[in-house]
C-alpha cells in the first residue's frame, strides 16, 4: 500500500500513525478537499471522491456546529460493519487540515482516537511555517486542487 | 448499570497502591467507567489495554488454553492488571509495583461476576 | 421530495442551481436571501470553502406562506461547480423537484457549460431519473458583461437549449433576472405537478 | 352547478340600496314556493345578485336537506339543454329537471343570444311553477327591457315579485370593506378603507378586487398602509416591480423602484411581491385545477342525462377531495348503469329510459329493476324434443323441403327467409318444422328459437291483451333468433293477431332472423293472410310437401315397426306400403291396425295377418291400446294427430274476450 505525500514533511508523522494506528486508509487534506497526503490510495478517482465527500462532511458538520452554537466538533466516527470512519481536523501552522482514517477490525477506534491526536501533534510540529500558501486565484482554484492529486500519483 | 460499576471501582481504589481503575469498552477501546489519579492517561490506558487483551485471547485462543481469566503485566514502574468481563467488558487496574495484587485481583474478579448477572 | 401533502395541506419543493463552477449559482441565492423579507426566509447555510468556492451546497429556505390554502415551501440548493467536487454534487441532486441551469454566458466557459450539462444528465440518470420528466430552466447569467467576452442569449441557446427550455438571460450579481428564473421554474414544477399524475401525488 | 359556500345571508352587507331585495330572498329561503314565486331580482353586475341567489340555496338546502336544488345560470342551461339534445337524452333532461324542488337561475339576459331556448324555458317554468316549486331568477336588467324576450315568459316569470338592486351609498360601501378585510384576517385601519370606499367604482366586486390588491401589498410592506399608499396603489400604477425577463445589459444599476413604499429594510419587496404573487396564481390554478376538472365531468354527465349529485358535492368539499378517484367511481357508476340500461332494452325498450337508470348514486335500485325486467320474459315456447330430423322420413315428397330445412339450419337467416311449407294435413309439415327447430338448436346452442302453432300464438296473445303486457309480450318475440309457426290457416278471422304476426314477421325480416312458416296451402290461397302478409311470406322460398310415393310409405312403415320392435315379412311390409295413405299419419293408421292383432313381442306380422287386420273386420281394441292408439281411420286426420290435439282446453271466455273487443 503506498504511502504518498505532496509536501515531505508530512510522510515521516503520517507513516508512525498508519502503523501506530493499524488504518488501512488516510487523508490528510485542507478543508477543501485538496490533499496533501495519503496511504492506502491506488487510485486518484477515489481519492478524490474520499477527498470531497471528507470536506463536505466536515463543512456540513461544521454548519450543524454553528446552528447550536458550538464551536466545532471535535472528532468523527462512524461505525460500520466492517470498517470505521474516523474524521478529525487538525489544526497546524499551516492551516487548519482535515485528517480522514478508514480502519478495520484489526484495530479500534480507541486506538485511532489515541494515534490521531499523537499524529495531529506531530503534524502541528513538522509544518513548516513560511509563507501562507499563496490564496489561490479564483481561476485556478480547481487547477490547484488537481495538482496536488497529480503530484500524488505521479511517483 | 453505571452505579454498579462506579461502586466496583471504588472498591478497587481502596486496595493501597492503586494509582487507577476503569472500565474499558473490549471492542472499542473506549473508556466505559474510569477513577484515575492525576497523571493517568486514561485513554491510551483504555485503548492499549484493550488492544492487549484482545491479543493475549488471541494467543489463549490459539495455543487452546480457553478464555482468558486475568491478565497481570509487571513493569519496572508499574502493575497493569486487566481482567475480561465476557461479552464486551473490561475491568483495568493501574497500580504501583508493591501492590497487593491478590487482594486486586480478587476485587476485580468479583467486580467480574457482579457485572456478569 | 413529496411535493404536495394534502393531509397536512402543504406544498414544498426543492429547486437545485446547477451549472459549471463560478458560473454564479451561489450568487442567485445570495440575492434572492437579500430581498426577501425576514420573515420569509430561513438562515442561509453556506458549505463552503476558505475561497468562497461552494464545497458540498449553499441552502436557502423560503416560506411563502398560506396560498389557497397551501403552506408554501420553496428550498434553494446550490451545488459545486468543479468537476472536483461531482461526489457531493451528485448527493444534493437527491429528491430536487427542479432544476435552474445556471450557465455562464461568456464565451471561453462555452464547453464548461456543455461538460456541466452532460455532467448533469448523468447524475440524473445514476438516480434512476429521466430528465426528460423534470422540470428544468435556463438561465444565461453575467449578461452585464462586455457583449465581445460574452454570447448573446440566441447564441447560448442555440449551443445549450437542446430541450425547448425556458431560458433567462440574467445578472445575478445585481439582481436582474435572478427572480424571474425563480418565478420560471416554480411554474414549470407546479405545472409539472398539475399535469403529472392528475391526482396529486399524495402521502 | 355548485353554490359558493361564501355566499350565504350572513356574509351579505345589507344596506339601503338592496334592503327590499335581501329581505325578499330571505322570505322565499324560509319558505320556497309560498310567498313570491317566481322572485325576479334585477340589477347591474357586480351588487350581488348571485350573492342572493346562491343564499337563498344555501338556507333552503340546510332547512330541506332532500329538496333538490338546481342553480344554473341560464347558459348553462341552454348548455345542458343542447347536450342532451345531442346525446338524444332529451326525455331524461326534461325529466330530471321536473324533479327540481328549487330553480335558481342567474343571468337570464344572456337569453338574447339563445332565443331557440326560451320555449325549453318556458316549458319549464310553467310546468314548475304549475306543480308550486320555487323559481328565483336574476337579471342585469328588467325582463321588460329585454328585447325579443316572448311576451308569455315575460309575464310568466314576472308572474311573482320583482325586485331591483342598486349601487351600494358610501356607507354601505365601507361596510362591505370592513366585512371582506374581516374575512380575510387582515389588518387595515378604517380611513384607509374609507379612502378606498371614495376611490373605487359602485359595484361590489370592483370594491373586493381593491381590498385584495391592498391585502396582498400590506402582506409584502414592513410599514402599516397609509390612505396615500392604499390611494396610489388603487390610482392603477402598482409600484414598478423589477424589469422582467428582458433584462439586457442596461440593467447594470439596481432599478430604483418606481411608485411608493419602498420598505426600508432588506432591499425592494416589490420583486418578491411580484414573485410571491406570480407563485400564488400558479399554485391556486395547479391545487384548484380539480375543481375544473369535476365541473367539465358535471356537465358532461348532466348533458348525457345523468344526475351528478355525488360530483356536486365534490365540488362544496372544503378538504380536496380524492378527485381522480371520486370521477372514476363515478365513471364506474354510469357504465353499469349503461350496461344495465341496454340489457333492460333488450326487452323492454321502453323500461330503458326509467329514472332510476339514470342515477349512479342509487346502483342498487337500478340493478333491482334491469332483474325484474329480465325476469319478466320467459324464453319463447321451444320446439318439442321428440321430433328431430334423424327420425323424418326423406323420400321423394319432401326432398326438398328437407333440404331446405337443412340449409336454413346451416346459415339461419341466410339462405330462405322465411321458408313455407305447405302440403296436406299429415304430410309431415309439424315433424319437419319442429325438427328444424331442434336442428338449430343443435346447431347453434345459445340461439333462442320459438317454435309454436299459431293455435297457441293466438291464444297467448289473447291473454296478454286481456293482461295488458303486449309490450312485454312482443319484446318476449323479437327476442327470439328464429320463428318457426304452424298452421298459418288458423289465423282465420284473428285481425290482431294477423297485424301482431306481421310486425313481428317484419322485424324478423328487418334483422335477418330466420322465419319457417307452414300452413295447409300456399300462402296465396290463404284467406287468413293479409295481402302484405302473403307478400312477407311469398318472398322467401315456398315448398310443398306432397303425399309419400310408395317407397316413402314403405321406409315409414320399416321405422314405424321397427319403433314398435316388430319383426316383419317383407312382403307384410310391400302389403303395407303398396295400401292407399296420402299422408305419414295415414301410413301410421295402416300399421296400427295391423299390430292390434297380434303381440308384437311374440309373432312376427305377416302379410296374411296384415291384410286380414286391414281389409277384415277391424278387431275391438283393447283398452289399453285404445288409449294409445289413435282411433279408426275414418276420423279427421286432424284430430288423431298427437301434435294437432290441444290437450287443455283455453277458457272460453278469454276466446270470446277478443271477439268482443
Not at chain 3, 442567485?28 to 461552494?54: E, F, I, K
Not at chain 4, 366585512?179 to 379612502?195: D, F, M, N, Q, Y
Not at chain 4, 284467406?527 to 307478400?535: D, G, I, P, Q, Y
Not at chain 4, 320392435?565 to 306400403?577: F, G, H, I, N, T
Request: proline fraction near 5%; charge should be negative.
Amino acid at each position: 500500500m503506498s504511502t504518498t505525500v505532496v509536501e515531505p514533511w508530512a510522510e515521516e508523522p503520517l507513516l508512525r500513525y498508519v502503523a501506530q494506528s493499524g488504518a488501512r486508509l488516510v487523508v490528510v487534506m485542507t478543508p477543501s478537499g485538496q490533499v496533501l497526503a495519503q496511504h492506502g490510495f491506488a487510485r486518484a478517482v477515489d481519492l478524490m471522491a474520499a477527498a470531497a465527500l471528507g470536506a463536505a462532511i466536515m463543512a456540513a458538520s461544521g454548519a450543524l456546529a454553528q446552528q447550536l452554537g458550538e464551536r466545532a466538533f471535535g472528532a468523527l466516527f462512524h461505525a460500520g460493519q466492517r470498517h470505521g470512519i474516523h474524521l478529525a481536523p487538525c489544526a497546524t501552522p499551516r492551516g487548519p487540515l482535515v485528517v480522514l482514517t478508514v480502519f478495520g477490525k484489526e484495530t479500534s477506534i480507541g486506538l485511532v482516537e489515541l494515534f490521531h491526536e499523537e499524529f495531529a501533534a506531530a503534524l502541528h510540529r513538522a509544518a513548516p511555517a513560511e509563507a501562507v500558501r499563496a490564496p489561490v486565484l479564483a481561476a485556478d482554484f480547481e487547477a490547484d486542487l488537481n495538482r496536488s492529486l497529480t503530484s500524488l500519483f505521479r511517483r | 448499570m453505571s452505579d454498579a460499576l462506579q461502586q466496583s471501582l471504588d472498591r478497587l481504589a481502596r486496595v493501597r497502591g492503586m494509582r487507577g481503575s476503569m472500565w474499558v469498552a473490549a471492542e472499542d477501546g473506549l473508556t466505559v467507567a474510569q477513577l484515575l489519579m492525576e497523571g493517568v492517561r486514561g485513554k491510551a490506558v483504555a485503548a492499549l489495554a484493550a488492544s492487549l487483551a484482545r491479543k493475549v485471547s488471541g494467543t489463549a485462543g490459539a495455543v487452546g488454553a480457553g478464555t482468558v481469566r486475568f491478565v497481570q503485566m509487571e513493569t519496572a514502574s508499574g502493575t497493569l492488571l486487566v481482567a475480561p468481563a465476557p461479552p464486551d467488558l473490561l475491568i483495568v487496574a493501574l497500580a504501583d509495583p508493591q501492590v497487593n495484587i491478590g487482594l486486586a485481583r480478587l476485587e476485580m474478579l468479583r467486580a467480574v461476576r457482579a457485572v456478569a448477572r | 421530495m413529496s411535493l404536495v401533502n394534502f393531509t397536512t395541506r402543504e406544498i414544498t419543493c426543492k429547486i437545485v442551481y446547477y451549472g459549471p463552477g463560478r458560473s454564479g449559482k451561489t450568487t442567485n441565492l445570495q440575492y434572492v436571501y437579500a430581498h426577501v423579507p425576514d420573515d420569509r426566509r430561513g438562515r442561509m447555510v453556506s458549505l463552503a470553502t476558505q475561497t468562497d468556492r461552494t464545497l458540498f451546497f449553499d441552502f436557502l429556505p423560503l416560506d411563502l406562506g398560506t396560498i389557497s390554502g397551501f403552506t408554501t415551501k420553496f428550498q434553494l440548493y446550490t451545488v459545486p461547480g468543479q468537476v472536483y467536487y461531482n461526489a457531493t454534487r451528485k448527493l444534493v441532486l437527491q429528491g430536487a423537484d427542479g432544476i435552474v441551469f445556471v450557465a455562464d454566458s461568456q464565451v471561453r466557459q462555452l464547453d464548461e457549460n456543455l461538460e456541466s450539462l452532460r455532467n448533469l444528465q448523468a447524475n440524473v440518470l445514476e438516480q434512476g431519473v429521466d430528465i426528460r420528466g423534470l422540470p428544468m430552466v435556463l438561465q444565461f447569467n453575467k449578461q452585464d458583461l462586455p457583449p465581445e467576452l460574452i454570447l448573446a442569449p440566441g447564441e447560448l441557446d442555440q449551443a445549450l437549449n437542446f430541450r425547448g427550455l425556458t431560458a433567462f438571460p440574467a445578472d445575478a450579481l445585481h439582481g436582474a433576472g435572478v427572480f424571474e428564473t425563480l418565478k420560471g421554474v416554480a411554474a414549470e414544477v407546479l405545472r409539472r405537478l398539475s399535469q403529472g399524475d392528475g391526482a396529486v401525488r399524495r402521502i | 352547478m355548485d353554490l359558493n359556500p361564501r355566499f350565504r345571508f350572513d356574509s351579505f352587507v345589507v344596506g339601503a340600496s338592496n334592503r327590499v331585495a335581501a329581505e325578499a330572498a330571505r322570505t322565499v329561503a324560509e319558505a320556497p314556493g309560498a310567498a313570491y314565486n317566481p322572485l325576479l331580482i334585477y340589477g347591474r353586475s357586480g351588487l350581488g345578485k348571485t350573492h342572493l341567489l346562491q343564499a337563498i340555496g344555501f338556507q333552503v338546502q340546510e332547512r330541506a336537506a332532500d329538496l333538490r336544488l338546481e342553480y344554473l345560470t341560464f347558459e348553462a342551461f341552454v348548455e345542458r339543454y343542447h347536450a342532451s339534445l345531442a346525446a338524444g337524452q332529451l326525455e331524461p333532461f326534461r325529466v330530471s329537471m321536473l324533479e327540481t324542488g328549487l330553480l335558481l337561475l342567474d343571468d337570464l339576459q344572456f337569453v338574447l343570444e339563445h332565443p331557440e331556448a326560451q320555449a325549453e324555458l318556458l316549458w319549464l317554468s310553467e310546468a314548475l311553477l304549475g306543480a308550486g316549486r320555487q323559481m328565483v331568477v336574476a337579471c342585469d336588467r328588467a325582463p321588460a327591457a329585454i328585447a325579443g324576450l316572448d311576451e308569455r315568459l315575460i309575464s310568466r316569470l314576472a308572474g311573482g315579485l320583482v325586485v331591483d338592486v342598486t349601487a351600494p351609498d358610501l356607507a354601505t360601501r365601507v361596510a362591505i370593506l370592513e366585512r371582506k378585510v374581516a374575512e380575510r384576517g387582515a389588518g387595515i385601519s378604517r380611513p384607509v378603507l374609507e379612502t378606498v370606499a371614495e376611490l373605487t367604482a359602485t359595484n361590489v366586486r370592483d370594491l373586493v378586487g381593491a381590498v385584495n390588491r391592498l391585502i396582498a401589498f400590506q402582506a409584502v410592506s414592513e410599514t402599516p398602509l397609509t390612505s396615500e399608499t392604499a390611494r396610489a396603489l388603487l390610482a392603477g400604477e402598482m409600484p414598478g416591480p423589477a424589469p422582467g425577463g428582458a433584462a439586457g445589459p442596461d440593467a447594470a444599476a439596481p432599478p430604483a423602484p418606481a411608485g411608493v413604499a419602498t420598505a426600508a429594510a432588506g432591499g425592494e419587496p416589490d420583486e418578491f411581491a411580484a414573485f410571491l404573487s406570480a407563485v400564488s396564481t400558479t399554485v391556486a390554478e395547479t391545487v384548484d385545477a380539480w375543481r375544473g376538472q369535476v365541473g367539465a365531468a358535471v356537465l358532461r354527465w348532466q348533458g348525457e342525462g345523468y344526475r351528478t349529485r355525488p360530483l356536486e358535492q365534490l365540488l362544496l368539499a372544503e378538504e380536496i377531495p380524492d378527485v381522480a378517484g371520486a370521477l372514476a367511481a363515478y365513471g364506474a357508476a354510469v357504465e353499469e348503469l349503461r350496461r344495465l340500461a341496454a340489457e333492460v332494452a333488450a326487452f323492454d325498450p321502453a323500461a330503458s329510459g326509467h329514472a332510476c337508470l339514470r342515477d349512479p348514486e342509487h346502483l342498487e335500485e337500478a340493478r333491482a329493476f334491469a332483474e325484474r325486467v329480465r325476469a319478466g320474459v320467459e324464453p319463447p315456447p321451444a320446439p318439442a324434443r321428440g321430433l328431430t330430423l334423424a327420425d323424418y322420413v326423406r323420400g321423394t315428397a319432401n326432398d326438398a323441403a328437407v333440404r331446405a330445412v337443412e340449409a336454413v339450419v346451416a346459415a339461419p337467416g341466410a339462405a330462405y327467409d322465411p321458408l313455407f311449407l305447405t302440403g296436406a294435413s299429415g304430410t309431415g309439415k309439424t315433424h319437419l318444422l319442429h325438427a328444424a327447430g331442434n336442428a338449430l338448436l343443435a346447431a347453434h346452442p345459445g340461439l333462442v328459437v320459438a317454435c309454436l302453432s299459431t293455435q297457441v300464438f293466438v291464444e297467448e296473445l289473447a291473454q296478454t291483451l286481456a293482461a295488458g303486457r303486449i309490450e312485454w309480450w312482443r319484446s318476449r318475440y323479437r327476442h327470439a333468433d328464429a320463428l318457426l309457426l304452424d298452421d298459418l290457416q288458423l289465423l282465420a278471422g284473428r285481425e290482431q293477431a294477423e297485424q301482431e304476426l306481421f310486425a313481428l314477421v317484419d322485424a324478423f325480416a328487418a334483422a335477418r332472423k330466420q322465419l319457417v312458416l307452414t300452413a295447409d296451402q300456399p300462402p296465396g290461397q290463404l284467406a287468413a293472410l293479409s295481402a302484405r302478409l302473403k307478400t312477407r311470406c311469398e318472398a322467401g322460398l315456398v315448398l310443398e310437401l306432397t303425399a309419400p310415393d310408395r317407397p316413402m310409405r314403405a321406409e315409414l312403415v320399416r321405422r314405424l315397426l321397427a319403433a314398435r320392435d316388430v319383426a316383419a315379412v317383407p312382403d307384410a311390409v310391400e302389403y303395407l306400403a303398396g295400401r292407399p295413405a296420402d299422408s305419414a299419419r295415414a301410413v301410421q293408421g295402416l300399421v296400427n291396425r295391423a299390430l292390434a292383432r297380434m303381440d308384437p313381442a311374440t309373432e312376427t306380422l305377416t302379410a296374411a295377418t296384415a291384410r286380414l287386420a286391414v281389409e277384415g273386420r277391424a278387431p275391438r281394441p283393447s283398452q289399453a291400446q285404445a288409449i294409445s292408439a289413435p282411433r279408426a281411420a275414418g276420423l279427421d286426420p286432424l284430430l288423431s294427430s298427437r301434435e294437432k290435439v290441444v290437450w287443455d282446453w283455453p277458457d272460453i271466455a278469454e276466446c270470446l274476450v277478443e271477439e268482443w273487443r
